[in-house]
């Protein structure tokens, strides 16, 4: 530790490779970081960029991990230092912010004595005041009461709250590197954006420097200054924000750029009007619960669906748009309210609606065969020659641009696109009129996630589907929607055409949401950020 | 924390509802099966009028609910019995005569209860302590030699019957090595230390078998809690192992460990018939097991209520240990 500290880079990584049993996840990787830098690491699932941030802590020690190459954090060389140094290191100099807030943190002890815990391990700080520092910084990250709130389990903050925890117990001995692993991918839009402000004040005050692990480009233009750009375990691109994400140098860049939807961008081939009407919800309500708890997850929702059409369905997290979707396939009976289909008064499940899951890995059964996960809707039609069944099913699949001869695989041989693939032959299969898709793409990566938006669109174009979309990404359903409805509390608060609504947002909801999506371009990143203030002020 | 005191007035109702059931349950189960209670307590050389009259005197004639409700007072407010000479009072908690010597059944159960008790509860101590530890241990020195060699051991404690571990512990340590002297129950009132000595090869023979079954449950548990996030979480933020070990691994890991307890517990109050025949301890499962030879039925009702008694007691516990540790149950 001869270099000075002002000249050195707070990171150094060079040509790191981590290999797990015989998978390199990360494949001879370089970069630096100068101290209170911001540097983006931008990849698709499996592009190994997770691993590259625990390698910064040394959190692969004894997991069987093998690594190779060199890294330097803060002065200390993570590979060769003893546990003694690595435990200095860890918290003290550099602090990680993790993906899921409520499983990071102990579900068993309060909020301030879990920061105040990691407060003494690092500084020997009495009891007392290890707990005054964990008020301090808890008020710091923006905890209304931090006093009393400091006392509250994990359990009885909200996601936003406790991703600001977590963010609280990172800054408790005032590190010099703040490590966050897609520290908003567990939160809703507008949560994301405060998240993401306070990651910006912090670093402007604090001068540390921020390592931002993340697949949302977006998230990444809004926070760092410079980007790279991983794929298999490499580096892709390295730059600044502006040139990478502005004049890509690389296919993979520029694909991966294509791909991430615009919210600003409305529908590319927009469906041709029609006017007849194929299902339709009059005054929906339902509700959950007994007694004191009982709520309404749905509250008077009336809404049309037309043949050949997309209507969007947008909204955070409880805004009861999943709930919605299930009344209108029939999954659930509305406690309130009817769903009509062509017309008349139809209750629980029927071919002619079907319905796309979200997570493609829990919703096909892992013990059969993909082939008599999709044959199911026909059997439950009659259909009993095995022969037709096989057949139609070939079809169904290539229909989808699978290979029409998987029937006898099993789900965990497909990729997490072609899973949903699979989840929208099965939709298929019983020939419907309507699919209700709830959140279809949002556990996919975005390339492809870009590829089923395209099939799901190919698909309604050729069979005159009618097409509910359900999603909490407001430039996804931009892209797929000829009509939106904004949710909010079980209420719509915004109906109409998808264009009138992203261009012109009525109400202040919808432009509080639209305010609170990451822009690619770090201009108008900034524009955003001053306007989110105004709102909040307002 | 007015959400704690409803959570165990909750609990508290629950548990005496559920004695309610237990009790209706085994009173119809042991008196509504087939067979002539009067014939079998007057003996087998009884003229048909000495069972007549031996069926009225026990008042079998009557129909069941009426009898059950007898019952019920008996437990609540105490009741008379005649004798065929006099009458004899038994007051709350009555739990009714024994057929064969016309003693109080609660009477006899508190004869028997604190040797049961003494028994289970050092068991208890010493197979949690040792169980709890040693899962720990191989849970922390996983895939290493001691692990597996801790492993071994427990695998082969869940497998020994006590009969096989308390011999052999009695033939060594008492027999060959004179260390202790062959346990006789000496009263914890009487004299502590005596007692104390006398009952430690059964606490160790109950308590070893127990704790291999403990042992393996912490490990598991303790494993899994260790996968979790949060233990990542402060490791990542250099918290020492043993802090991350003792202080946020162990705590998640305790629920399972604290439900097991509650049964076994409950259940070796009136089970550990194998370790208090082979000791010599006079305690409710030796006598349970002989009123169930000789078919003593209120003596059987008695204690199977005890007994079920014990294990709501523990079970309940059980539930308050686990909202004391983790706040979320009493939302739930």
């Known amino acids: ?538 | 924390m007015s959400g704690f005191g409803g959570f165990v007035l909750r609990r508290g109702v629950g548990a005496v509802i559920t004695l309610f059931a237990i009790s209706v349950i085994i009173y119809v189960v042991f008196y509504a099966t087939p067979g002539n209670v009067a014939q079998i307590t007057c003996g087998p050389r009884c003229s048909p009028e000495q069972v007549h009259q031996v069926a009225q005197q026990l008042r079998l004639d009557d129909p069941l609910y009426l009898r059950y409700w007898h019952f019920l007072e008996g437990i609540l407010v105490g009741r008379d019995y005649s004798t065929g000479t006099a009458v004899q009072h038994c007051s709350a908690p009555c739990l009714g005569l024994s057929y064969q010597s016309d003693q109080q059944v609660t009477e006899l159960i508190l004869a028997k209860l604190p040797v049961s008790l003494s028994l289970v509860l050092g068991a208890m101590v010493l197979w949690l302590v040792l169980g709890v530890g040693t899962g720990m241990l191989s849970a922390w020195r996983r895939g290493r030699l001691s692990e597996r060699v801790l492993t071994g051991i427990t695998l082969a404690g869940t497998a020994t019957p006590v009969f096989v571990i308390g011999l052999v512990l009695m033939i060594v340590v008492c027999g060959e090595l004179h260390l202790l002297p062959f346990p006789q129950y000496v009263a914890f009132t009487d004299d502590p230390e005596q007692w104390a000595w006398n009952l430690l090869l059964p606490w160790l023979s109950l308590a070893l078998i127990e704790a291999a079954t403990f042992a393996r449950l912490t490990r598991a548990s303790m494993l899994e809690t260790l996968a979790e996030d949060h233990i990542r979480t402060f490791r990542a933020y250099g918290v020492g192992e043993r802090s991350v070990i003792g202080r946020h691994a162990l705590r998640g890991a305790l629920a399972p460990v604290i439900a097991l307890n509650a049964n076994n517990f409950g259940s070796a109050v009136g089970g550990a018939v194998l370790t208090e025949t082979l000791f010599g301890l006079p305690g409710i499962g030796q006598e349970l097991v002989h009123a169930v030879a000789v078919v003593d039925l209120p003596v059987v009702v008695g204690m199977v209520l005890v007994i079920g008694f014990f294990v709501v007691i523990a079970n309940a516990v059980a539930d308050l240990l686990y909202a004391v540790a983790d706040r979320r149950v009493v939302l739930a």
């Open chain 1, 1 to 538: 530790m001869s270099d000075s500290p002002v000249t050195a880079p707070l990171v150094q990584v060079t040509d790191l490779t981590v290999e797990f049993g015989g998978l390199r996840a990360v494949d001879g990787l370089s970069f630096e970081l100068a101290v209170g830098g911001a540097l983006g690491l931008v990849g698709e699932s499996g592009s190994g960029k997770s691993t590259v941030a625990s390698a910064l802590l040394g959190l692969h020690r004894d997991t069987g991990a093998r690594l190779g190459g060199s890294v330097l954090v803060a002065g200390t060389d993570v590979g060769r230092a003893s546990d003694e140094e690595l435990r200095r290191l860890r918290g003290a100099k550099a602090a990680m912010v993790f993906q899921d807030p409520l499983s990071s943190l102990d579900p068993y002890y309060a909020i301030g004595d879990q920061i105040a815990e990691v407060y003494r391990v690092h500084t020997r700080a009495s009891r007392r005041a290890a707990r005054a520092r964990a008020v301090e910084v808890l008020d710091r990250v923006g905890i209304p009461d931090a006093v009393r709130r400091s006392r509250s389990r994990p359990h009885e903050f909200s996601g936003g709250m406790r991703q600001r925890a977590l963010i609280a117990m990172a800054l408790a001995c005032e590190p010099d590197l703040l490590i966050a692993d897609e520290p908003t991918t567990a939160l809703d839009v507008t949560v994301q954006a405060q998240i993401l402000d306070l990651l910006h004040t912090l670093r402007q005050e604090t001068g540390m420097g921020l390592l931002l692990v993340t697949h949302d480009v977006g998230v990444a233009a809004e926070s760092v200054d410079e980007v790279l750009v991983m794929r298999h375990g490499k580096a892709v691109e390295h730059g600044s924000v502006a040139t990478v994400l502005g004049a890509p140098r690389e296919e993979y860049t520029r694909d991966l750029l294509s791909a991430v939807p615009r919210v600003d961008v409305s529908r590319v081939s927009p469906a041709a009007p029609s006017e007849e009407v194929v299902i339709e919800a009059v005054g929906l309500r339902r509700e959950f619960g007994r007694g004191r708890g009982r709520f309404a997850a749905v509250d008077d929702v009336s809404l049309t669906v037309r043949r050949g059409e997309t209507l969007g369905v947008v909204g955070e997290s409880g805004s009861g748009k999943t709930t919605l979707g299930r009344m209108l396939v029939g999954l659930l009976e509305p406690t309130a309210g009817e769903v009509r289909y062509e017309g008349g008064v139809r209750s629980g499940v029927g071919p002619a609606v079907q319905m796309v899951f979200q997570d493609p890995v829990s919703s096909l059964n892992p013990r059969r065969s993909v082939g008599e996960s999709i044959a199911d809707p026909l059997r439950a039609r009659g259909e009993r020659d095995e022969r037709h069944i096989r057949h139609r099913v070939g079809e169904l699949l290539a229909r989808v641009g699978l290979d029409a001869e998987h029937y006898d695989r099993y789900p965990h041989e497909f990729s997490g696109g072609q899973r949903q693939r699979v989840g929208i032959a099965r939709a298929l299969a019983a020939d419907p009129r309507v699919i209700v898709c709830d959140e279809p793409v949002s556990a996919l990566d975005v390339t492809t996630q870009a590829q089923v938006v395209a099939l799901l669109g190919e698909l309604q174009r050729e069979l005159g589907l009618a097409l509910v979309f359900v999603a909490h990404d407001l430039a996804v359903v931009r892209q797929v929607s000829d009509r939106v409805a904004v949710m909010r509390g079980g209420r719509i608060v915004e109906y109409g055409p998808a264009d009138e609504v992203y261009g012109a947002p009525q109400d202040p909801y919808t432009r509080q949401l639209l305010a609170a999506v990451p822009a690619l371009d770090p201009v108008v990143a900034a524009r955003r950020r001053s306007a989110r203030k105004e709102l909040t002020a307002a």
